[in-house]
Protein backbone atom coordinates (compact mmCIF):
# COMPACT_ATOMS: atom_id res chain seq x y z
CA UNK A 1 0.00 0.00 0.00
CA UNK A 2 1.14 3.20 -0.86
CA UNK A 3 1.84 5.62 1.78
CA UNK A 4 2.51 9.63 1.20
CA UNK A 5 6.47 9.03 0.79
CA UNK A 6 6.22 6.22 -1.47
CA UNK A 7 6.88 3.12 0.81
CA UNK A 8 5.07 0.16 1.97
CA UNK A 9 4.51 -0.47 5.59
CA UNK A 10 5.73 -3.51 6.73
CA UNK A 11 6.91 -4.77 10.10
CA UNK A 12 6.36 -3.90 13.41
CA UNK A 13 4.11 -1.26 14.54
CA UNK A 14 3.72 -0.55 18.05
CA UNK A 15 0.88 1.03 19.41
CA UNK A 16 1.42 3.38 22.44
CA UNK A 17 0.32 4.27 26.04
CA UNK A 18 -1.03 7.04 27.33
CA UNK A 19 0.69 8.80 30.52
CA UNK A 20 -0.82 10.08 33.16
CA UNK A 21 0.23 13.10 35.63
CA UNK A 22 -0.49 12.07 39.56
CA UNK A 23 -3.95 14.03 39.23
CA UNK A 24 -4.47 11.80 36.14
CA UNK A 25 -4.58 14.80 33.91
CA UNK A 26 -2.36 13.38 30.13
CA UNK A 27 1.27 13.74 31.02
CA UNK A 28 2.23 14.74 27.04
CA UNK A 29 6.46 14.69 28.23
CA UNK A 30 5.54 11.18 29.03
CA UNK A 31 3.55 9.85 26.29
CA UNK A 32 6.79 10.80 23.74
CA UNK A 33 9.11 9.67 26.44
CA UNK A 34 7.10 6.01 25.54
CA UNK A 35 7.49 6.65 21.68
CA UNK A 36 11.59 7.78 21.95
CA UNK A 37 11.77 4.11 23.79
CA UNK A 38 9.61 2.30 21.21
CA UNK A 39 12.17 3.98 18.71
CA UNK A 40 15.32 3.83 19.85
CA UNK A 41 14.31 0.01 19.90
CA UNK A 42 13.61 -0.17 16.19
CA UNK A 43 10.33 -0.65 15.55
CA UNK A 44 8.82 0.51 12.15
CA UNK A 45 5.82 2.48 13.05
CA UNK A 46 3.44 3.53 15.15
CA UNK A 47 -0.69 2.61 15.59
CA UNK A 48 -1.21 4.51 18.72
CA UNK A 49 -4.72 5.52 20.08
CA UNK A 50 -6.48 2.05 19.15
CA UNK A 51 -7.25 0.50 22.14
CA UNK A 52 -3.80 0.50 24.45
CA UNK A 53 -3.92 3.93 24.59
CA UNK A 54 -7.34 3.96 26.13
CA UNK A 55 -8.59 6.64 23.94
CA UNK A 56 -12.45 5.42 25.11
CA UNK A 57 -11.03 7.28 28.52
CA UNK A 58 -10.25 10.60 26.31
CA UNK A 59 -11.94 13.29 25.39
CA UNK A 60 -11.52 14.12 22.00
CA UNK A 61 -9.06 17.24 22.68
CA UNK A 62 -6.98 14.63 24.74
CA UNK A 63 -6.84 12.80 22.03
CA UNK A 64 -5.55 15.11 19.64
CA UNK A 65 -3.26 16.68 21.92
CA UNK A 66 -2.01 12.89 22.60
CA UNK A 67 -1.71 12.44 18.69
CA UNK A 68 0.60 15.53 18.04
CA UNK A 69 2.70 15.32 20.56
CA UNK A 70 3.76 12.03 18.79
CA UNK A 71 3.86 13.43 15.40
CA UNK A 72 6.32 16.17 16.79
CA UNK A 73 8.24 13.32 18.85
CA UNK A 74 8.62 11.00 15.66
CA UNK A 75 9.24 13.97 13.42
CA UNK A 76 8.74 11.64 10.27
CA UNK A 77 11.25 9.13 10.94
CA UNK A 78 8.61 6.37 11.11
CA UNK A 79 4.97 6.26 9.81
CA UNK A 80 2.15 6.91 11.86
CA UNK A 81 -0.94 5.14 11.39
CA UNK A 82 -3.44 6.87 13.57
CA UNK A 83 -6.34 5.10 16.02
CA UNK A 84 -9.30 7.47 14.87
CA UNK A 85 -11.75 5.50 15.61
CA UNK A 86 -15.41 6.76 17.74
CA UNK A 87 -18.83 5.26 17.53
CA UNK A 88 -19.61 8.48 16.16
CA UNK A 89 -19.03 8.93 12.14
CA UNK A 90 -18.74 12.33 12.21
CA UNK A 91 -16.13 12.43 16.00
CA UNK A 92 -14.00 9.72 13.94
CA UNK A 93 -14.03 11.90 10.35
CA UNK A 94 -13.29 14.73 13.01
CA UNK A 95 -10.42 13.01 14.24
CA UNK A 96 -9.41 11.79 11.05
CA UNK A 97 -9.18 15.03 9.03
CA UNK A 98 -6.81 16.45 12.23
CA UNK A 99 -4.54 12.92 11.96
CA UNK A 100 -4.06 14.53 8.05
CA UNK A 101 -3.68 17.64 8.89
CA UNK A 102 -0.69 17.22 11.35
CA UNK A 103 1.13 14.65 9.02
CA UNK A 104 0.08 10.77 9.71
CA UNK A 105 0.24 8.70 7.17
CA UNK A 106 -2.91 6.79 7.56
CA UNK A 107 -5.78 5.76 9.54
CA UNK A 108 -6.68 2.84 11.87
CA UNK A 109 -10.07 2.33 12.20
CA UNK A 110 -12.04 -0.01 14.56
CA UNK A 111 -15.58 -0.18 14.04
CA UNK A 112 -18.37 1.76 15.80
CA UNK A 113 -18.45 0.09 19.01
CA UNK A 114 -20.65 -0.58 22.03
CA UNK A 115 -24.42 -0.61 20.32
CA UNK A 116 -23.25 -2.89 17.50
CA UNK A 117 -24.80 -1.17 14.21
CA UNK A 118 -26.51 -3.29 11.59
CA UNK A 119 -23.53 -5.05 9.44
CA UNK A 120 -24.25 -2.41 6.24
CA UNK A 121 -23.95 0.66 8.69
CA UNK A 122 -20.39 -0.65 9.91
CA UNK A 123 -19.12 -1.28 6.21
CA UNK A 124 -20.69 2.47 5.65
CA UNK A 125 -18.77 3.84 8.48
CA UNK A 126 -15.72 2.99 6.95
CA UNK A 127 -16.92 4.01 3.47
CA UNK A 128 -18.17 7.36 4.74
CA UNK A 129 -14.97 8.11 6.43
CA UNK A 130 -12.48 7.16 3.68
CA UNK A 131 -15.00 9.32 1.36
CA UNK A 132 -14.26 12.39 3.91
CA UNK A 133 -10.51 12.09 4.46
CA UNK A 134 -7.55 11.03 1.80
CA UNK A 135 -5.33 8.67 3.84
CA UNK A 136 -4.94 5.27 3.72
CA UNK A 137 -7.55 3.61 5.94
CA UNK A 138 -5.98 0.22 7.70
CA UNK A 139 -9.15 -1.41 9.51
CA UNK A 140 -8.36 -2.75 13.39
CA UNK A 141 -10.45 -5.93 13.06
CA UNK A 142 -10.99 -6.26 16.71
CA UNK A 143 -15.02 -8.46 17.31
CA UNK A 144 -13.69 -8.88 20.90
CA UNK A 145 -14.32 -5.07 21.38
CA UNK A 146 -16.48 -4.07 18.62
CA UNK A 147 -19.23 -7.09 18.48
CA UNK A 148 -18.65 -6.96 15.24
CA UNK A 149 -16.09 -8.87 12.72
CA UNK A 150 -16.00 -7.88 9.24
CA UNK A 151 -14.87 -10.77 7.41
CA UNK A 152 -12.19 -11.61 4.77
CA UNK A 153 -14.95 -11.75 1.95
CA UNK A 154 -16.23 -8.41 3.14
CA UNK A 155 -12.71 -6.71 3.22
CA UNK A 156 -12.14 -7.98 -0.38
CA UNK A 157 -15.19 -5.69 -1.44
CA UNK A 158 -14.15 -3.00 0.70
CA UNK A 159 -10.26 -3.42 -0.58
CA UNK A 160 -11.46 -3.67 -4.15
CA UNK A 161 -13.52 0.20 -3.98
CA UNK A 162 -10.19 1.41 -2.62
CA UNK A 163 -12.15 2.28 1.11
CA UNK A 164 -9.35 0.38 3.10
CA UNK A 165 -6.02 -1.03 2.01
CA UNK A 166 -5.24 -2.95 5.20
CA UNK A 167 -6.04 -4.87 8.23
CA UNK A 168 -4.73 -5.62 11.78
CA UNK A 169 -6.32 -9.14 12.30
CA UNK A 170 -7.03 -9.20 16.24
CA UNK A 171 -8.65 -12.52 16.48
CA UNK A 172 -7.17 -15.42 17.83
CA UNK A 173 -8.40 -17.52 14.68
CA UNK A 174 -4.88 -17.42 12.40
CA UNK A 175 -7.16 -18.72 9.80
CA UNK A 176 -8.16 -14.86 8.92
CA UNK A 177 -5.07 -13.90 8.24
CA UNK A 178 -4.77 -17.20 5.41
CA UNK A 179 -8.35 -16.09 4.09
CA UNK A 180 -7.71 -12.27 4.17
CA UNK A 181 -4.44 -13.05 1.54
CA UNK A 182 -6.52 -15.79 -0.17
CA UNK A 183 -9.53 -12.55 -1.23
CA UNK A 184 -7.63 -9.87 -1.32
CA UNK A 185 -4.34 -10.60 -2.78
CA UNK A 186 -0.66 -10.12 -2.30
CA UNK A 187 -0.07 -6.55 -2.32
CA UNK A 188 -2.78 -5.85 0.34
CA UNK A 189 -1.35 -5.58 4.18
CA UNK A 190 -2.03 -7.67 6.89
CA UNK A 191 -0.98 -7.20 10.94
CA UNK A 192 -1.26 -9.54 13.45
CA UNK A 193 -3.16 -7.79 16.09
CA UNK A 194 -2.76 -9.93 19.34
CA UNK A 195 0.49 -12.04 20.42
CA UNK A 196 -1.08 -15.38 20.42
CA UNK A 197 -0.73 -15.56 16.51
CA UNK A 198 1.75 -13.29 15.55
CA UNK A 199 4.33 -16.25 14.81
CA UNK A 200 2.09 -17.92 12.96
CA UNK A 201 0.73 -14.97 11.06
CA UNK A 202 4.21 -13.64 10.00
CA UNK A 203 5.35 -17.59 9.23
CA UNK A 204 2.02 -17.43 6.96
CA UNK A 205 2.58 -14.32 5.03
CA UNK A 206 1.14 -11.64 7.27
CA UNK A 207 3.22 -7.87 6.66
CA UNK A 208 3.48 -6.94 10.20
CA UNK A 209 2.82 -6.99 13.76
CA UNK A 210 0.33 -4.50 16.13
CA UNK A 211 0.03 -5.76 19.59
CA UNK A 212 1.40 -6.00 23.29
CA UNK A 213 4.37 -7.48 22.55
CA UNK A 214 6.26 -4.57 20.18
CA UNK A 215 4.97 -2.72 23.25
CA UNK A 216 6.62 -4.72 26.11
CA UNK A 217 9.73 -5.98 24.52
CA UNK A 218 9.72 -3.99 21.16
CA UNK A 219 13.32 -5.25 20.14
CA UNK A 220 12.69 -8.46 20.90
CA UNK A 221 9.33 -8.34 18.57
CA UNK A 222 11.50 -6.60 15.89
CA UNK A 223 14.41 -9.25 15.91
CA UNK A 224 11.56 -11.98 15.40
CA UNK A 225 10.38 -10.09 12.72
CA UNK A 226 13.19 -9.67 11.08
CA UNK A 227 14.16 -13.71 11.46
CA UNK A 228 11.00 -14.53 9.74
CA UNK A 229 10.27 -12.03 6.92
CA UNK A 230 14.15 -10.64 5.87
CA UNK A 231 16.20 -13.89 7.25
CA UNK A 232 14.06 -16.76 6.35
CA UNK A 233 15.75 -17.90 9.63
CA UNK A 234 12.33 -19.73 11.00
CA UNK A 235 14.58 -21.91 13.61
CA UNK A 236 16.58 -18.84 15.03
CA UNK A 237 12.94 -17.23 14.82
CA UNK A 238 11.12 -20.25 16.67
CA UNK A 239 13.92 -20.10 19.33
CA UNK A 240 13.69 -16.64 20.20
CA UNK A 241 9.49 -17.22 19.98
CA UNK A 242 9.62 -19.91 22.91
CA UNK A 243 12.19 -17.36 25.01
CA UNK A 244 9.19 -14.23 24.86
CA UNK A 245 6.26 -16.51 24.79
CA UNK A 246 5.98 -16.50 29.00
CA UNK A 247 5.40 -12.77 28.64
CA UNK A 248 2.23 -13.60 26.35
CA UNK A 249 1.14 -15.76 28.31
CA UNK A 250 0.90 -13.40 31.26
CA UNK A 251 -0.38 -11.30 29.30
CA UNK A 252 -3.22 -13.23 27.62
CA UNK A 253 -3.72 -15.79 30.05
CA UNK A 254 -7.24 -14.18 31.72
CA UNK A 255 -8.56 -13.33 28.69
CA UNK A 256 -12.46 -14.19 28.29
CA UNK A 257 -12.46 -15.11 31.80
CA UNK A 258 -15.34 -13.57 34.10
CA UNK A 259 -12.51 -11.92 36.43
CA UNK A 260 -10.31 -10.89 33.17
CA UNK A 261 -7.11 -10.68 35.79
CA UNK A 262 -4.59 -9.42 34.53
CA UNK A 263 -6.06 -7.45 31.98
CA UNK A 264 -3.38 -7.41 28.99
CA UNK A 265 -3.98 -3.12 28.97
CA UNK A 266 -2.34 -3.50 33.11
CA UNK A 267 0.32 -6.27 31.85
CA UNK A 268 1.69 -4.23 29.02
CA UNK A 269 1.59 -0.74 31.77
CA UNK A 270 3.18 -2.37 34.41
CA UNK A 271 5.95 -3.29 31.99
CA UNK A 272 6.71 0.25 30.87
CA UNK A 273 6.90 1.16 34.73
CA UNK A 274 9.28 -1.78 35.24
CA UNK A 275 11.51 -0.62 32.71
CA UNK A 276 11.30 3.27 34.17
CA UNK A 277 8.97 4.40 32.42
CA UNK A 278 6.85 6.26 34.50
CA UNK A 279 3.68 6.32 32.66
CA UNK A 280 1.36 6.88 35.79
CA UNK A 281 -1.42 4.68 37.05
CA UNK A 282 -4.58 4.97 34.01
CA UNK A 283 -7.43 6.31 34.55
CA UNK A 284 -10.25 4.25 36.38
CA UNK A 285 -12.12 1.47 36.39
CA UNK A 286 -8.26 -0.40 35.33
CA UNK A 287 -5.98 -0.31 38.31
CA UNK A 288 -2.31 -1.93 38.49
CA UNK A 289 -1.97 -5.64 38.41
CA UNK A 290 -1.34 -7.47 41.59
CA UNK A 291 1.73 -7.51 43.34
CA UNK A 292 2.82 -11.03 42.13
CA UNK A 293 2.21 -10.64 38.47
CA UNK A 294 4.48 -7.79 38.53
CA UNK A 295 7.02 -9.73 39.90
CA UNK A 296 6.57 -12.43 37.65
CA UNK A 297 7.00 -9.76 34.72
CA UNK A 298 9.93 -8.54 36.44
CA UNK A 299 11.81 -11.90 36.69
CA UNK A 300 10.61 -12.30 33.24
CA UNK A 301 11.47 -9.51 31.64
CA UNK A 302 14.76 -9.59 33.63
CA UNK A 303 15.83 -13.75 32.03
CA UNK A 304 15.48 -12.09 28.52
CA UNK A 305 17.84 -9.29 29.49
CA UNK A 306 15.47 -6.16 29.13
CA UNK A 307 16.40 -4.85 32.37
Not at 23 to 47: E, H
Request: charged share 20%; with cysteine.
Amino acid sequence: MPQANGERISGIFSPTLTSYNPDGSVNLPGVRRFVRYLMDAGVDGLAPLGSAAEPVALTVKERMEILEAIVQEVDGRIPIYAGTGHYSTDITIELSKHAKSIGCDGLMLMAPYLLRPPKRDVLNYFRQVHAAVDLPVMMYNVPVLTGCEVTPAELKVLAADGVIHAVKWSHSEVSRIHDTRLFCGPDFKIFAGVDVIAFEALAVGADGWISGLPMIVPSLAVKIHRLLKHDNNLEAARELWYRVLPIIHVEYRAMGTDANDPHWLSVCREAADIRGLDMGAARLPFTAVLPEVREELKQLLTGLGQL
